[in-house]
């Protein structure tokens, strides 16, 4: 009777190891499908800005709030060649979002001068409000690029997790996570496409699934964009290229990952 049992004791646990490892092959082919679904997996080529092109340049750029000067005398320059990945980082009240919308044309300089080149230039600012609240995803993504064919339209909102009845959504009816690939999904497929994105905290307010959606999708784009964060994760997770820090009114730029600013008689970033 002792023999039996001890037999049928470890039939059970067979068995049981056999159901466990059952289940945990089923719950990573579940994990793997969730992690594919959830997937931004998109081709930018009309983003794409040759090596030595100058998308931006900026010199002697100064902004006044009142009778104060945001940048220090003499201003701030900088240039943005090609599809560069720079981070701009800086305390908040520095003038990071000031200075992105004089990249924009959105602010006109005080003083200095700009140059942009011919492509347009594309401005998610963190309040995720490019789209109007009114429009259903579609309805956005056709007004972004009219000459889309509609049956291309739907099947690059399904790429953006907009699938049936979710790319009629109004926009006001988004998440944070869709409202972000909604405008995602409008800037980087408009017509024409941009060749400069500027990305003010992007990552505010969203979930790590929304996060690693917004990396997948700026692997794709093919030309220059300047981001602000304070998410060193997430500025790891897109190579950057160049580093700028904007302090005390001068902008400097880091070493890649490690280093500390030079120093010079003007704020400056070539």
Excluded: W
């Excluded at 750029?61 to 800086?90: K, S, Y």
Aim: proline share 5%; net charge negative.
């Amino acid at each position: 009777m002792k023999r039996t049992a001890q037999e049928t004791a470890g039939r059970a646990d067979d068995v049981h190891a056999a159901r466990l490892d059952g289940a945990r092959t089923r719950l990573a082919e579940a994990e793997r499908a969730l992690r594919e679904d959830q997937a931004i997996v998109v081709e930018l080529p009309g983003t794409a800005v040759p090596a030595g092109r100058t998308v931006f340049a900026g010199e002697g750029l100064q902004l006044r709030l009142g009778e104060r000067a945001l940048f220090t005398e003499g201003g701030v320059d900088l240039t943005i060649r090609g599809p560069e990945r720079i981070a701009l980082t800086g305390g908040n009240g520095v003038g990071k979002s000031s200075l992105l919308r004089l990249m924009t044309g959105d602010l006109t300089p005080d003083a200095g001068e700009v140059r942009r080149a011919d492509g347009r230039v594309a401005h998610l600012s963190q309040r995720l409000d490019l789209l109007d609240p009114d429009r259903t995803v579609a309805e956005a993504l056709a007004d972004a690029a009219p000459a889309m064919p509609v049956a291309e339209r739907m099947n690059l909102l399904a790429r953006y997790l907009f699938r049936g009845s979710r790319a009629h959504l109004p926009v006001r009816a988004l998440s944070g996570g869709e409202r972000l690939r909604a405008t995602l999904a409008c800037v980087l497929h408009a017509e024409p496409a941009p060749q400069l994105l500027l990305l003010d905290e992007p990552t505010n307010n969203l979930d790590l699934v929304s996060v690693a959606q917004l990396v997948s999708a700026l692997a794709a784009y093919r030309g220059a964009f300047v981001v602000v964060s304070h998410d060193d994760r997430f500025l790891a997770d897109l190579d950057i290229t160049r580093r700028l820090n904007l302090t005390s009114g001068r902008l400097d730029e880091d070493a890649v990952g490690h280093g500390a600013p030079p120093q010079g008689d003007r704020g400056s970033a070539q």
